[in-house]
Structure formats: C-alpha cells, structure tokens
C-alpha cells in the first residue's frame, strides 16, 4: 500500500486487517491500541514456535527478523540502525537513559508543565539524591512550553532539557523541533519521550534533535504490550555507560576489566520479549509502508472531526491544549463522574479513558482539571464510529 500523504489510505482493508473492529469502537489508542492481524500473527507464531522447537532454538531461526528489528525502527525515526535498542517499554527506555546521567549539585534539569508523573517522579529522585535542580519552564498563551522561557532558563548550570513530545492527558504537540535547536546550540543534553507521537505523526530525530528518544510499541506503532525502544543518537551519547549492564551490554575483557559495546546496544539486556521484537517489527514495517505523512493527515481529520462533534454537546468542554494539536481528545462533562462514564460506554463495546492528576499533576491541577476523558483515535477508526461514539455519549450525559 503506498502512505504517500497525497493517496488515500485504504480504510476497509486497514479494518479488515484489524480483528478488534469486529468487536469494540476503540477510541484508546493512547493507551493500547488495537494490532493488525498482521502484528498478531507474527507474535504468536513465534510463541508458537518456541512451545514447539524451544526458546532458544526458535530464536535461532528466527534470527534475520530478530536482526530486521533495528534497521525497521530505524527508517520510522529517521535514525541509523546502531542508534536503536530494544527496550520493553518506554519508562524504562526513558529511564536508561536518564539515569545514566551524572547530576551533580547544582545542576539544572529543565523540564514543561504537561510533563508525564513517571518521568517527574524520577526528576524528583535524581534532585534529592544529587542536590540537582528541577526547573519547570512555563507554558505560553497556548498551552504548550514557552520557548522564549526556555531559552533564558538555560544557562551554563543546565544539564538537561526533558519534555514529552505529546503528554498523555489531551491533544498537545509540543515544539519538540524548537526545543531541539535551543537544546543543540547550548550544547544541552536533550531526552524526549516519544511515547505517544511514534506511530502518531512523522518523527526524525536528526530534526528533532534529541539526544535520546524513548517510544512504546503498544499505543500509536499497535504493536505488543511489553515492548518498546531507546534512541540514543551516536556522535553525543557515545561515552555515555549506562546504569545498567550485563554480558550483553559489555564484554568481560579480563579478570578486573569490562567494555561496554559501542552502539546502543549497551542499553539493552540478555533476556527479552523474542516474540514481542518480532512483533514490533512487524508493526514498524507496516507503519513505514503507509507512510507515515498520510498516517499524520488521517489521525488529525479524525481528531479534529471528532473535536468539532464534541464542541456540539451541550455540557462538553474541550480540553486539548497547543498549537498542534494531535490524535489524543480530550474533554470534561459538567457534573459527571467521568470514571463512571467510562465504565458505561465500555458496557456499549466502546472503549475510551481518563486522564488523572496521578498521570500529569502540574498541567491539570493547575488548570483546575480533577480529571479529563480522554478518547484517542487511530486509522481503524471511521466517521460513523466518531458519530456512535458522541450519540451514546449525548445519551449518557443526559
């Protein structure tokens, strides 16, 4: 199928290659979306294959795709095959990288309102135990991260800049390209969690100009739970060990001594998800062959319709923020419980979520937000679904 942005995309047959249409709306592709056959069947062929040759062995024959692994992401990202790790999902993508960082007092970690809690969490961590300093750069008039802020927040203390390109609570796509060239041209470390926008919207590193890059295969790539990747872009992470290693990692060069292999490797284990690689191989190669410009203009005609729909229903008010905003909606509904409302759209076979404070408590505490329903669309999904999806709502809210 050619993904060129300026052919159509062939909706029935992605449906048809796609088992869970036959069976839910899934508007919650930002937490797990649903696979392709295709993903499908490679995952559980090989599982298939290792209750009948064995683990190793089936690894063994499977070694070429195994290998196609890297060269695969690495042509989604625009990175170089060597660039890649695989890692089982993106908090500890994320988390290899940032924790193989040296804080020192008085370092500064410069990071944006919307940030996910996890990777806040670890800020918090790494600044009590090395007296480095959090620094959040405000958001501008839109919502998203004030370049001009960030730009005079770095100084010569700073160690790094860590943003989610798109947080996990509504529809904002961060500048990540703009916070790249102020990160690039101080000489600033930058780690981006891609989480949520690999498999969403086009994305080049060498644009982006992030140092690490950390991604999921389960939410916009619709690939496997459990697996994930690490970029670590060769020419300024190179001397960068990581937190962690093992005889994967390094070599046991003599009794006293180990080497750390050279490319990002290092920031992989032994033991891992065989089946869940091939897997995220699969959806990779998939996602290439759409293409992923036409993916990008597919997602936002689906958001934005889903949005203007929205903006219709008496007592919805929308919550997505930015200039850019992507596949991820959200909303609240005056007076509603909106965990409970979850529950009962799910007893009609359609599935969305909600955003807490638990996930992002700068950006919705500070907007007054308690919570936001959350409904992320994905190329499966079709107009008629979007106007299901608001008549049960309407119905709900009533």
């Known amino acids: 199928m050619d993904g060129r942005a300026d052919l159509p ?24 979306s649903l696979p392709s056959r295709r993903t499908l069947d490679a995952t559980l062929g090989h599982l298939q294959l290792e209750a009948e040759i064995g683990g190793y062995e089936a690894a063994d024959r499977a070694r070429a795709t195994l290998d196609g692994f890297y060269p695969s992401i690495a042509r989604l990202i625009g990175a170089e095959a060597g660039e890649i790790a695989y890692v089982e999902n993106a908090t500890r993508a994320w988390d290899l990288a940032f924790y193989s960082l040296d804080f020192k007092p008085g370092d500064r970690l410069l990071t944006c309102v919307s940030e996910y809690s996890s990777n806040y969490i670890s ?32 100084d010569k203390r700073t160690k790094l800049i860590s943003i989610s390109h798109v947080p996990t609570q509504g529809g904002l796509v961060q500048p990540a ?64 060990e990581p937190i962690f290693l093992d005889n994967h990692a390094a070599r046991w060069t003599g009794d006293n001594e180990y080497t ?15 089946a869940g690689v091939i897997g995220l191989k699969v ?10 410009d036409a993916v990008w203009a597919r ?74 329903m959350r409904a992320s669309v994905h190329l499966y999904n079709t107009e008629e679904e979007l106007d299901r999806f608001v008549s049960e709502l309407s119905k709900a809210v009533v």
Not at 299 to 328: C, M, N, Q, S
Not at 357 to 363: G, N, T
């Open 299 to 372: 997602l936002r005609e689906l958001a934005d319709g889903l949005r203007a729909r929205l903006e219709a229903l008496k007592g919805v008010t929308l919550t997505d923020l930015g200039v850019t905003k992507g596949a991820i909606v959200t909303f609240a509904v005056a007076g509603a419980d909106h965990n409970a409302l979850k529950l009962a759209l799910r007893a009609k076979s359609i599935n969305v979520s909600v955003s807490t404070q638990f996930s992002s408590r700068l950006d919705l505490k500070g907007r007054g937000l308690k919570d936001v």
């Open 283 to 292: 959806a990779a190669d998939q996602a290439n062959e759409l293409g992923m």
């Open 177 to 240: 390209e703009a916070v790249g060239r102020i990160a690039n041209d101080a000489g600033v470390l930058y780690i981006l969690d891609a989480c949520q926008s690999v498999g969403m919207m086009p994305i080049d590193v060498n644009r982006l100009g992030c140092d690490f890059l950390s991604a999921t295969g389960r939410k916009y790539m619709r690939g496997p739970r459990g697996t994930g990747f690490l970029y670590a872009r060769t020419r300024t992470t190179a001397q960068i």
């Open 260 to 274: 750390a292999i050279a490319d990002a490797k290092r920031f992989e284990n032994w033991e891992r998800y065989f």
């Open 123 to 154: 800020y918090l961590q790494v600044a009590k135990k090395t007296g480095a300093e959090i620094v959040v750069v405000p958001d501008d008039a839109h919502g998203q991260i004030d370049l001009a802020a960030l730009e005079r927040a770095v």
């Open 9 to 32: 995309l062939d909706l029935g047959r992605l449906r048809a290659e796609t088992p869970g249409c036959a069976h839910v709306l899934h508007l919650n592709a930002a937490g797990s």
